[in-house]
């Protein structure tokens, strides 16, 4: 709990994971995670040299490899699908990924964007802002109007005010 930081009024569904355990997890205002869905920070692998001290004292100078994590943040108002695999490194604000889609390692997917369902972003990509991936043709990327940033952020709000009502009701 101490690595996962949430700003509030976000919407985390029954089922989702959020590995903090491995590295910081930072969620924005608004934000709406559905069922099943598994946030894990990145893994970065870096090499590492013994230092002078060590190379002399050992009797041989290889390198070591360590599994190290970057920490994972998502933007203010976006929304996750249901049954996603999420590993990316950033995910902007206001940002729509679909249900079944899959971020894999140190994606960043920047302010803006809609990922539709069932869509796999390969490691390492960078998916520009105002920028559409459709999972009938996941190479061609459509360009989104700019009146997307306050389309979301009104999603996201009628979204949250949905949910605070059926909390509501239920009560």
């Not at 893994?43 to 994972?72: E, I």
């Not at 809609?114 to 869509?119: F, P, S």
């Not at 920028?131 to 990327?141: G, H, Q, V, Y």
């Amino acid at each position: 709990a101490k690595q996962v930081e949430i700003k509030g009024r976000s919407i985390l569904q029954p089922g989702v994971q959020v590995r903090g355990d491995y590295a910081m997890v930072r969620i924005g205002r608004y934000c709406e995670i559905e069922q099943n869905s598994r946030l894990e920070p990145p893994p970065t692998t870096t090499s590492t040299t013994p230092d002078a001290l060590n190379t002399a004292s050992s009797s041989s100078s290889s390198t070591s490899s360590t599994k190290k994590y970057l920490p994972l943040i998502i933007g203010s108002h976006t929304h996750i699908g249901k049954n996603c695999q999420i590993q990316a490194a950033a995910i902007g604000s206001m940002v729509w990924i679909g249900d079944s889609v899959t971020l894999r390692e140190r994606v960043v997917i920047k302010d803006n964007c809609i990922i539709e369902d069932n869509v796999v972003i390969g490691a390492d990509t960078v998916v520009p802002p105002f920028t559409r991936i459709s999972a009938k043709n996941p190479l061609l990327w459509t360009e989104l109007p700019p009146s997307m940033a306050v389309h979301m952020q009104d999603v996201s709000l009628e979204r949250y005010q949905q949910f605070k009502k059926e909390e509501r009701e239920r009560q």
